[in-house]
């Protein structure tokens, strides 16, 4: 049984049909693409990742005994590529364990970031966190599952991520179980 379609109707079911088509590349927009990792935190334009946190023990008996929180941290810049930005690391990472501040050491000297070329000469760098414990106290609750809640700070952008000691080792988390 054959049915007849008039020239008005086919132009109308094919502009409804293109439509549709063009709406499916939509709905992938609507999932969670830009799910982060646990490690992983955006502030602004700076896509943040910590990994290879240790405990780093250092100094000598004449200028005190010093321990340090120590990680690689990667930022990415995702900004467009005309943009080129410059921000000092000092004050960029601050945290505390206990209500108690460990003093950042490093990183030190200026953050430059551009996705000019590709992002290839400053798209991406990975630098050495370091983090001093000021006190035996703040140390030990570290070391025994007490959070270190890292504050992360770049162009005015604020984000929190959290150092723990979980499944005996040291990671980072952008959210407490």
Do not use: C, Y
């Given at each position: 049984m054959a049915m007849k379609m008039g020239r008005r109707a086919f132009l109308k079911t094919s502009a409804a049909m293109a439509v549709a088509v063009s709406m499916t590349g939509l709905l992938g927009g609507c999932s969670?693409?830009?799910?982060?990792?646990?490690?992983?935190v955006?502030?602004?334009q700076y896509l943040i990742s910590i990994h290879d946190l240790t405990i780093g023990y250092g100094g000598d008996e004449s200028i005190g005994l010093k321990s340090s929180l120590k990680a690689k941290v990667t930022l990415k810049f995702e900004g467009s590529a005309n943009e080129f930005q410059t921000t000092g690391y000092a004050g960029m990472f601050k945290a505390s364990v206990d209500g108690e501040q460990l003093e950042t050491v490093a990183p030190v000297g200026w953050l430059v970031a551009s996705n000019f070329m590709g992002g290839v000469p400053f798209g991406?760098?990975?630098?050495?966190?370091?983090?001093?414990?000021?006190?035996?106290?703040?140390l030990k609750a570290y070391e025994s599952g007490t959070?270190?809640?890292?504050?992360?700070?770049?162009?005015?952008?604020?984000a929190t991520m959290y150092l723990v000691k979980q499944n005996g080792k040291y990671v980072a988390l952008r959210e407490l179980a």
């Open positions: 969670d693409g830009d799910t982060l990792a646990p490690n992983e955006r502030v602004g991406k760098t990975t630098v050495d966190l370091e983090m001093r414990f000021k006190t035996e106290e703040a959070p270190a809640e890292l504050t992360i700070k770049i162009s005015g952008n604020t």
